[in-house]
């Protein structure tokens, strides 16, 4: 059973700043991937930001330059910086494991407004 542990969502204001974080646990026998997917009312959940095995970072056009992802690989943990942060980023924010098969996070909520 692998559980992922989400934490640091809230409300903030526009330009301003928050950081995720998701702790993965539980029998991880590997792991290919790990992201950040938000779905804000009404809308699909999409993929914001993912972390391969080896480094490689993808990021939604929407979000590059604005927010990183990074990685603590022995405490299976993965980190979403985000900056500068619009009324538009407002959405439930999934941590996302992609290892045997894809497991996913309670979900995190951000809201950007004034």
């Known amino acids: 059973q692998v559980q992922l542990v989400e934490s640091g969502g809230g409300l903030v204001q526009p330009g301003g700043s928050l950081r995720l974080s998701c702790a993965a646990s539980?029998?991880?026998?590997?792991?290919?991937?790990m992201g950040w997917y938000r779905q804000a009312p009404g809308k699909q959940r999409e993929l914001v930001a993912a972390?391969?095995?080896?480094?490689?970072?993808n990021y939604a056009d929407s979000v590059k330059g604005r927010f990183a992802i990074s990685r603590d690989s022995g405490k299976n943990t993965v980190y979403l910086q985000m900056n500068s942060l619009k009324p538009e980023d407002t959405a439930v924010y999934y941590c996302?494991?992609?290892?045997?098969?894809?497991?996913w996070g309670q979900g995190t909520q951000v809201t950007v407004s004034s």
């Open positions: 972390i391969l095995s080896r480094g490689t970072t």
């Open positions: 539980g029998s991880i026998f590997r792991i290919n991937a």
């Open positions: 996302n494991l992609d290892s045997d098969r894809r497991y």
